[in-house]
């Protein structure tokens, strides 16, 4: 049973919009969300991350949004770019350990 | 500094060979993790070493899986009597910090054919 769930499974967006990335989860132990990027080929390397005692975090053009509450946070990527192409994993960690979501799949068109 | 290597980066071999690949973490990381990543999917965990503590062998998926680790150091899974369905590219991280969920560093993977 996957423990962190991911959506869209894969989005197009043109040069200069909004990519929205959106995941929930279940195990309230868990206590750290990064976001990883991963280029074909490449590892997965982290892109931003977030703890649940604050509500958003902002690096550049990249933004988690987190809702405790609801038990659901979210990337946002501002002015994408054709080099923001990659697949994009949430995450969450609890006990040393972190539940991957099962990625979303950005393309950029020019 | 050098991040974490993994070899061999492919690795083609016969249904009920029996494999082993290789991971050398970042010096000085006390954990190491093995995931599993078939095509276009998403991160499967295997197995986690912290220090010289037990190894968290939970995602492993079955007793064919085995790994092991010297120290804090290299690292080695080993896929016995392999089967089609163990196809996909073996992931290795390590981290500093793991009990505060600090970055997990990953290396480039082996990619793993079984024919």
């Known amino acids: 049973q996957q423990q962190v769930k991911q959506s869209p499974q894969s989005l197009i967006v043109q040069k200069g919009g909004i990519s929205i990335i959106n995941c929930a989860y279940e195990n309230t132990a868990f206590d750290y969300f990064p976001w990883y990027q991963q280029f074909p080929g490449k590892g997965p390397a982290l892109l931003i991350a977030?703890?649940?005692?604050?509500s958003e975090k902002k690096e550049g053009r990249f933004t988690i949004s987190f809702n405790k509450s609801a038990k659901q946070f979210s990337l946002h990527i501002m002015d994408s770019q054709p080099g923001d192409s990659a697949t994009y994993f949430c995450a969450a960690h609890s006990w040393g350990k972190l539940q991957f979501g099962a990625g979303t799949q950005v393309v950029v068109t020019p | 500094g050098a991040g974490v290597s993994q070899s061999p980066s492919n690795k083609v071999t016969e249904k009920g060979k029996d494999v082993e690949l290789r991971c050398d973490p970042i010096s000085g990381h006390t954990a190491l993790y093995w995931y599993r990543q078939s095509l276009g999917q998403g991160l499967e965990f295997l197995i986690y070493?912290?220090?010289?503590?037990?190894?968290?062998k939970s995602g492993l998926p079955s007793d064919r899986f085995s790994a092991e680790r010297t120290g804090e150091s290299v690292s080695t899974l080993t896929i016995q009597r392999t089967q089609q369905e163990d196809s996909a590219v073996y992931l290795c991280?390590?981290?500093?910090?793991?009990?505060?969920?600090?970055?997990?560093?990953f290396g480039p993977g082996t990619r793993l054919l079984v024919l």
């Open positions: 977030i703890r649940p005692d604050v």
């Open positions: 991280a390590s981290s500093l910090n793991p009990g505060r969920g600090e970055t997990q560093y």
């Open positions: 070493f912290q220090g010289n503590s037990a190894p968290d």
